[in-house]
């Protein structure tokens, strides 16, 4: 059966090529920060909490103190990428398409046909194994097509991880995080909080705060998924399902939703706001958060009153 | 009830908002809370430890990089502006228009992973986005290219998650579910997923409004 460990194993052995490339280009920040992550990925699952934990440390600490630079391989200058992209023309897109491709037609397939029943790979986790495979296949058909220097793949992957640095694992710390305020406790204080700024008897208002909270909670961890179980056992479930007689189906659906209006507001969000500035190489760091604000605080209106209206005008 | 460990919360704030290096922020946070929760250290260590370890799959995707900066040194980026430029009447409103209403369409079936950062907008959307623009309203300048690549992966954000609670097997909607089942209100998935629909609809609406403001907007500052 194939499992996520396998998939760790493939991200470690590139983490530790970049690691070596680095080391040969006479970046040691580069070379350390990338060959601690490679041994997390490759030994992170025979290791005590204690010994990741401090994996963690030292990968924080080369990046706080600025050991982690750009890095610049040898590669094509634009003029010989315009001519080499009317020379291939538009056959160059198909590489790239391979691996959503994988992904998506081998999930289908794996889950719809009595594939499943082989129990190849580990169980919910099919995507993000297709989505490896698809880069495995991908990766070999552009080396066959294409004829780079056997270097090549790997020295563009070492300047595009290098140009996104520390916020390519800054996702994954912040998941971390969330199990510390998790273990901390936090969300059942912002729970409480919430709960008792509730005014007595206006359901829009409850509707409101509700919504706000989602929101707001969303923002503090990074995404919806550890606010909601909050939020619906301060106010969603007691006051709006119970107290106020609404429909969970609706209240839980864009009570969600609303969540993901405060994704599209927050820093903590990494993969989606902060990920991407770096990998457009965006002088901003807030860039794609700026432009989401005019969408998504109308777009929060909208969930108000969706939830205000199918959950009780309608359903009453 | 004990407050303290929100403390943490403002930290996080606080580090972001003052620029220190996020993942110092994040750290920092963490031990603060742990600690202001009664732990000690080598716990909060230990707990920190093993989170980013379980969360390891979420690194696993940069291994598409060597893929596509194979494909950029052999231009990729290149041929995204040159297919732009070729098509008689595309602008930036109308091309990322439709790719917000293909991300919302393809991640309502289940298609979650067609689009994203590093594998779509980066290679693709955002040079075809830029082509276009600069093909209605000539040269942009610095800030005006940073607005049009910044709302590519805006678009891309806005399109999956307000596409992907129509599908009904998303781990979301399995969370809502599994909330309420537990408080004694079971419902189907089916039931919670046509809910997202009216919220998709305004998504589409207000984004697609707000992309063609900005090609409007950079229209007006370069005649």
Known sequence: MITYEWLYWLAGTFFAVWAILSLRDQRSGNAAFWGILSGSF???????????????????????????????????????????????????????????????????????????????????????????????????????????????????????????????????????????FALAGVGDIIGGLAGSAIPEGSVFLTVVVFALGMALFTMIMGNAFAAFPVMAAAIGIPLLVETYGGNPAVIGAVGMLAGFCGTLLTPMAANFNIVPTALLELKDQNAVIRQQVGTAVPLWVCNVVIIYVGAFLLWN | MNYWPLLGIALVVIGFALRFNPLLVVVTAAVATGLLAGFDFIAVVEALGKAFNDNRYISVTWIILPVIGLLERHGLQQRARALIESVRGAT?????????????????????????HPQAVRPLVAPMAEAAAEK??????????????????????????????????????????????????PLT?????????????????????????????LGRVHP
Request: hydrophobic share 50%; net charge negative; proline share 4%.
């Open chain 2, 189 to 217: 998935p089916l039931e919670l997923s046509v809910w997202a629909i009216p919220t998709a609809i305004c998504a589409f609406f207000i984004h697609s409004w707000r992309i063609r403001a900005l090609d409007r907007r």
């Open chain 2, 92 to 116: 930036m409103g109308k091309l990322l228009t439709i790719y917000l209403l293909f991300r919302q369409i393809t991640a309502a079936l289940g298609m979650k992973d067609i689009g994203g």
């Open chain 1, 42 to 180: 490759f030994l992170g699952s025979h290791l005590s909490d204690l010994a990741n934990g401090i994996l963690v440390l030292a990968l924080v600490g080369i990046a706080g103190l600025g050991g982690l630079n750009r890095s610049d391989p040898e590669t094509t200058t634009v003029q010989e990428r315009e001519t080499l992209s009317s020379k291939l023309g538009n056959k160059l897109f198909f590489p790239a398409l391979i691996v959503p491709v994988t992904a998506v037609a081998g999930t289908l397939l794996y889950n719809y046909t009595p594939l499943s029943e082989t129990g190849l790979f580990e169980a919910r986790r099919e995507t993000l194994i297709l989505f490896g495979i698809g880069v495995v296949i991908a990766l070999v058909a552009a080396m066959v097509w294409l004829k780079p220097p056997v270097l090549a793949p790997a020295e563009e992957g070492r300047r595009l991880i290098d140009s996104i640095g520390w916020a390519a694992i800054l996702p994954q710390m912040l998941a971390a995080l969330g199990a510390v």
């Open chain 2, 136 to 185: 209605s309203h000539g040269k942009l300048d610095e800030g005006d290219r940073e607005k049009v690549l910044a709302m590519s992966a805006a678009t891309d954000n806005v399109g999956l998650f307000f596409g992907e609670d129509i599908f009904f097997a998303i781990a979301s909607i399995l969370l809502i579910q599994g909330v309420f089942e537990s408080s004694g209100y």
